[in-house]
């Protein structure tokens, strides 16, 4: 089981531009969970998602920022007109869904810098 | 609302020496709490959780529920412990994770 995949690992953008962060949960796994690491700062929770369903957004902005987890395919994470302040690394991770008390595998994140 | 503190950004110990990175929480309910470690160049993992309690890598976490901390400990540290350590904590009933901002723990030899 290779993990949880990420890519691409660095993404460069100039402001104005979209990001897309791909997340390929291990296998097996229903559930994504998508953090954001400012600089200095612990991963604060974005959004949680099953296949198909958004289940918790609470964290994402509320404008520019959207995901989703289709049927078929990784989960993306969609920064629509990139600002300064959205540099940081993205960090996915997945669960089997069988229980709240789930273990979370992480992926190596991806760093965004916005130019 | 659910806050995770890490009140030290970095702990320096000599090899051998004790270990103990702090860790408290805010959280109205039950919540489950877990040490996360990151090493240099790999991705973050599990290390352990407080439901399980088990001792990993020698480390050992007790929820005090009365102080609402969860203190990481180790007697004797090692240099290959060092790493990126987040305590996170996930509410009664819900499985996404509030980290704090992390303690970097280096041991020298």
């Known amino acids: 089981n290779a993990g949880v995949m990420q890519n691409p690992r660095h993404l460069v953008r100039r402001r104005g531009q979209e990001a897309r962060l791909r997340c390929s949960p291990m296998?097996?796994?229903?559930?994504v969970y998508w953090y954001r690491q400012l600089p200095e700062e612990g991963l604060k929770f974005m959004v949680y998602?099953?296949?198909?369903?958004?289940?918790?957004e609470s964290g994402m902005p509320k404008e520019r920022f959207s995901a989703e987890f289709p049927k078929e395919g990784p989960s993306i994470l969609r920064i629509q007109q990139v600002v300064r302040g959205d540099s940081a690394a993205y960090f996915c991770?997945?669960?089997?869904?069988?229980?709240?008390?789930?273990?979370?595998?992480f992926g190596p994140g991806t760093r965004l810098t916005v130019l | 609302a659910q806050r995770v503190t890490q009140p030290e950004k970095l702990l320096s110990v000599f090899k051998g020496a004790p270990v103990e990175l702090k860790c408290n929480y805010s959280?109205?309910?039950?919540?489950?709490l877990f040490w996360y470690v990151q090493y240099s160049r790999q991705r973050l993992q599990l290390l352990l959780r407080?439901?399980s309690r088990e001792s990993i890598k020698g480390f050992t976490a007790d929820l005090n529920k009365g102080e609402t901390s969860f203190h990481l400990k180790k007697p004797f540290a090692q240099e290959e412990d060092s790493a990126m350590y987040y305590c996170?904590?996930?509410?009664?009933?819900?499985?996404?994770?509030?980290f704090g901002k992390g303690t970097m723990l280096l041991v020298s030899p």
């Open positions: 296998k097996g796994h229903s559930h």
């Open positions: 959280y109205s309910g039950s919540p489950e």
């Open positions: 998602l099953q296949k198909e369903n958004i289940i918790d």
């Open positions: 996170a904590l996930s509410g009664s009933g819900y499985s996404t994770l509030t």
């Open positions: 991770a997945s669960s089997p869904g069988t229980g709240l008390s789930d273990e979370q595998f």
């Open positions: 407080h439901i």
